[in-house]
């Protein structure tokens, strides 16, 4: 069992910038990948970007290279998706999750993983 709490969602104009953290919790934390999904409204949910609890290492989905940093705290239980450079369609409900490094990674689509309750980014234009 995982459980994720995600923050730091809100409102910020076209070009801002927005950090969201996810704090997980479960026993040998270091076995899994945390993810950063969002949904736009009326659209499915979407893979953005991933980071091994294990070695830190990350990788992201084209649409949000170069203009999203997902990192960890030294404790490796805090998950940080920082935002830059954002756009009016990276709208929409934000969620993290989590799931054994060994289904997971290196994988956009992840079948079923742990889910947090999400959190909403609105980016005006």
Not at 59 to 76: C, E, N, P, W
Not at 79 to 92: F, R, S, W
Not at 99 to 115: H, Q, T
């Amino acid at each position: 069992q995982v459980r994720l709490v995600e923050s730091g969602g809100g409102l910020v104009p076209a070009g801002g910038s927005l950090r969201l953290s996810c704090a997980a919790s479960a026993r040998n934390l270091y076995m899994y990948t945390l993810g950063w999904f969002r949904q736009a409204p009326g659209k499915e949910r979407e893979f953005g970007a991933a980071v091994s609890l294990s070695t830190a290492n990350t990788y992201y989905a084209d649409s949000v290279q170069g203009r999203f940093t997902v990192s960890t705290d030294y404790a490796k239980t805090t998950v940080y998706l920082q935002m830059n450079g954002l756009k009016p369609e990276d709208t929409g409900v934000y969620y993290c999750a989590a799931d054994l490094s060994s289904k997971v990674w290196g994988s956009k689509d992840w079948a079923d993983p742990y889910w947090g309750q999400g959190t909403q980014v609105t980016v005006s234009s």
